[in-house]
């Protein structure tokens, strides 16, 4: 593998990129602790837990993102991170407030159907149930 000063990532979300570009250092959390990458560390793939993820530009900008659960995979100069929530903040302060708010929105919904996918799935055990029965 060569040497080189950058590498590109990706950021992805289940509907949409949150972030594709030229970085030159990357720092996330991990099932076993945080850890940072440069353009050349070794190829691996990670679990990422909830935690902040910073990524460093070419030209020395920081861009912070929350973000929930996820993988990372490094290959070559390339990594590529899928979560399952995300979102960017401008600094460490403001990405709480934004985490909270979105993150919290997030789960009432999934909480609101899940429960309607229970009731269906209730509905169709009983309507099964019914067609077991023998007929008069």
């Given at each position: 593998m060569s040497t080189a000063a950058e590498m590109t990532a990706s950021l992805r979300l289940p509907t949409r990129n949150l972030y594709q570009g030229?970085?030159?250092?990357?720092?996330?959390?991990?099932?076993?602790?945080?850890?940072?990458?440069?353009?050349?560390?070794?190829?691996?793939?990670?679990?990422l837990v909830p935690s902040?993820?910073?990524?460093?530009?070419?030209?020395?900008?920081?861009?912070?993102?929350?973000?929930?659960?996820?993988?990372?995979?490094?290959?070559?100069?390339?990594?590529?991170?899928?979560v399952r929530r995300g979102v960017r903040g401008d600094d460490l302060a403001s990405i709480r407030g934004t985490v909270y708010r979105d993150f919290i929105a997030m789960?009432?919904?999934?909480?609101?159907?899940?429960?309607a996918l229970s009731r269906l799935e209730a509905g169709m055990v009983r309507r099964f149930a019914e067609l077991r029965r023998p007929m008069p």
């Open positions: 030229r970085v030159c250092k990357l720092y996330a959390v991990a099932e076993n602790g945080a850890f940072g990458m440069l353009p050349n560390h070794t190829d691996f793939i990670t679990a902040v993820l910073i990524l460093t530009k070419v030209d020395g900008g920081e861009l912070i993102f929350g973000i929930d659960e996820g993988i990372l995979v490094k290959k070559g100069h390339r990594v590529d991170v899928a789960d009432e919904d999934e909480r609101v159907a899940r429960s």
